[in-house]
């Protein structure tokens, strides 16, 4: 009898909550609406995409506007800068990688996830990055939030580039160090922060080629910086590995080499055409992050499939380093274009620049009126710009013709804000 009433008032509560003074009608969660709606009237809304099929057609941009599907878009707003992620050996290895070890992680690799491919594509990431060992995560994300909670903890100082990717400072929050943002791209503000250690243990992070902007401020400096200081130091290279340096081994070969005291992140989702992230570095501190980095323990192995597709991707940029060049040239290019027409555009380390927008209305606008017209730029808005100033991003890929290049400028110049 009890059984069957307490069953009555769960089944009650679970279909039709009963109206009360203290609930409000739109339920615990009747804000989330008015909270979306006041994002969307300052600029700031966002909602998903949709793809067709492999290529860059798209039936609207993220932010407005829709492209004409089937026309030649050119589509600056993606990462894949190497082409890779419709290239048949990648599809083909994913496709041998599903038969073989099943579509899914299905465990944390310190239970039963792993595979042969994860490790063939550590070993294959160390060698080309010139570092003793690579530990794959299941995104660049998640492998940015493993290096940085690994290596620091409650009584370390973090210092930061203000600039940083959202997954290095949450990262840092969740470390539970003192974390202290720096002037971006400043290795004298750098040094100053980190002369703030003492006695704790410091790690600075920062990215090689910055993911807005686009700059790739040299990292020598910043390395002395560190080494002053006693500090480790933690590269995120997601927008420069598989384009920066001799065959686009990436800015940590390129700049300062395998050193105990720097540690590298790289992406398998960008210049790859896979997905996942990897943390390069000596075999003490992969070790290390096997045992302690929570987003690698408690976290599903990487898909076997991708780990396969980033093979395959790695394999063709030993084969084809041309494409990289060829990227680095026509980020060039797109600059030169946009700064001939007075455009505030940066200056490209890679195949990333931005160029500002008075407000983020604007910037939205602007994206719209250039899906309109058949180019894809993605918008950058608070919260992922730091100094508030909203910016359309351009990522150049080794698909686009000069040609292409010359279009998209021409659009972009023609339809900027008054
Ligand atoms: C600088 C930087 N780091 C890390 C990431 C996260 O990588 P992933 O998309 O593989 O999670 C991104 C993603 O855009 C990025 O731009």
């Known amino acids: 009898m009890l059984r069957g009433r307490r069953a009555i008032t769960f089944a009650t509560m679970r279909t039709s909550p009963a109206p009360s003074a203290g609930v409000p009608s739109r339920g615990a969660f009747g804000w989330v609406e008015d909270s979306r709606r006041r994002l969307d009237r300052a600029g700031l809304g966002r909602r998903t995409t949709r793809r067709v099929r492999g290529g860059s057609a798209v039936g609207g941009s993220a932010v407005g506007g829709s492209a004409v ?35 899914g992680g299905r465990a944390s690799r ?12 550590e070993d294959a990431l160390a060698a080309f990055c010139g570092t003793e060992a690579a530990l794959v995560f299941s995104s660049g994300y998640l492998a940015n939030i493993g290096a940085l909670t690994a290596l620091c903890r409650p009584g370390s100082l973090l210092v930061c580039d203000e600039s940083n990717h959202a997954s290095l400072i949450d990262g ?3 470390s539970g160090a003192e974390v202290v943002a720096v002037a971006h791209a400043d290795p004298a503000a750098t040094a100053v922060a980190l002369a703030q250690k003492g006695a704790r243990r410091a790690v600075y992070a920062t990215e090689s080629v910055f993911s807005v902007e686009g700059d790739a401020p040299p990292l020598p400096p910043f390395l002395d910086a560190c080494r002053s200081a006693g500090a480790g130091m933690v590269v995120d290279d997601a927008h420069g590995f598989g384009l920066v340096g001799p065959g686009g081994r990436g800015s940590l070969r390129a700049a300062v080499g395998c050193q105990p005291d720097v540690v590298g992140v790289v992406t398998l989702g960008k210049a790859l055409g896979s997905q996942g992230g990897a943390v390069v570095g000596t075999r003490q501190v992969i070790r290390y992050l ?20 980033a093979l395959a991707g790695l394999s063709i940029l030993r084969r084809e380093p041309e494409r990289s060049r060829r990227v680095l040239h026509l980020a060039t290019r797109m600059a030169e274009l946009l700064a001939d027409a007075r455009l505030p555009v940066s200056r490209p380390g890679a195949a990333v620049m931005s160029v500002r927008s008075p407000s983020a209305k ?40 000069d040609r292409d290049v010359e279009r998209a400028a021409s659009v972009i110049v023609a339809t900027r804000p008054c």
Not at 81 to 98: C, F, I, K, N
Not at 110 to 121: D, R, T
Not at 295 to 305: G, Q
């Open 362 to 401: 604007s910037a939205v606008e602007w994206a719209g009126r250039c899906a309109e017209r058949g180019v894809l730029v993605g918008c950058f808005r608070p919260p992922a710009v730091r100094d508030g100033i909203s910016r359309i991003r351009l990522g150049v890929h080794a698909a686009l013709s």
């Open 110 to 121: 310190v239970v039963s996830g792993g595979c042969s491919v994860h490790e063939e594509l």
């Open 69 to 103: 599907v089937g026309s030649a878009v050119v589509d600056l707003s993606t990462n894949d800068y190497l082409g890779m992620s419709a290239r048949p050996e990648l599809v083909r290895a994913s496709a041998e990688a599903a038969e073989r070890f099943g579509t």
């Open 290 to 309: 096997v045992n302690v980095a929570r987003s690698f323990v408690f976290d599903t192995a990487l898909a076997p499939p991708s780990a396969a597709a």
């Open 172 to 174: 840092g929050r969740l």
